[in-house]
T-cell receptor
């Protein structure tokens, strides 16, 4: 079963614009990770944010985490056509080293 | 450092057959996890191995099994294949302790006819 939902399910923007994706989850977590997947290929790790962190940056990526609302957001600034992909959030909870994935957001960046 | 490798990349089998998939983690990583990805169910956790021991198991039938070798390489086996087993099977490697990223391989695309 999936931990939570991602919103929106699909997002289409113009190159240069910012893209924001949201993720909600259900249980307390140790950390939350964001991944990118291109056309049914493997997942590329983007960023990990721990439960005691509120914001993290990596290049054009900004991730926020609100544990009180059990939600996270991923912001991609100045998007490029190459950012077109599916984006997934995944949570790790308790002592189990397993990721529980959201349903994903399909991002399309138009040139 | 070389990334996670999975073999084979594509596989076609018929119902009732069995299949073995292989995963080589990043050097130094001791944890290997397996996930199944389908359009209907999304990404679902199968199991995780650390130092040759299964630490966690997802909610899959006993037809799905795995093992890990002393060099951390892992294999996953599916017996008595069903049409619904058609999926992308992904393995991920990590250090296995503390908060750390899981790095995924390219996946094995299994088609069951």
């Amino acid at each position: 079963s999936q931990q939570g939902e991602e919103d929106p399910q699909a997002l289409s923007i113009q190159e240069g614009e910012n893209a924001t994706m949201n993720c909600s989850y259900k249980t307390s977590i140790n950390n939350l990770q964001w991944y990118r997947q291109n056309s049914g290929r493997g997942l590329v790790h983007l960023i990990l944010i721990r439960s005691n962190e509120r914001e993290k940056h990596s290049g054009r990526l900004r991730v926020t985490l609100d544990t009180s609302k059990k939600s996270s957001s991923l912001l991609i600034t100045a998007s490029r056509a190459a950012d077109t992909a599916s984006y997934f959030c995944a949570t790790e909870a308790g002592s189990a080293r397993q990721l529980t994935f959201g349903s994903g957001t399909q991002l399309t960046v138009l040139p | 450092k070389a990334g996670v490798t999975q073999t084979p990349r594509y596989l076609i089998k018929t119902r009732g057959q069995q299949v073995t998939l292989s995963c080589s983690p990043i050097s130094g990583h001791r944890s290997v996890s397996w996930y199944q990805q389908t359009p209907g169910q999304g990404l679902q956790f199968l199991f995780e191995y650390f130092s040759e021991t299964q630490r966690n198991k997802g909610n899959f039938p006993g037809r799905f099994s795995g093992r890990q070798f002393s060099n951390s390489r892992s294999e996953m086996n599916v017996s008595t294949l069903e049409l619904g087993d058609s999926a992308l099977y992904l393995c991920a490697s990590s250090l296995g302790q503390g908060d750390n990223e899981q790095f995924f391989g390219p996946g094995t695309r299994l088609t069951v006819l």
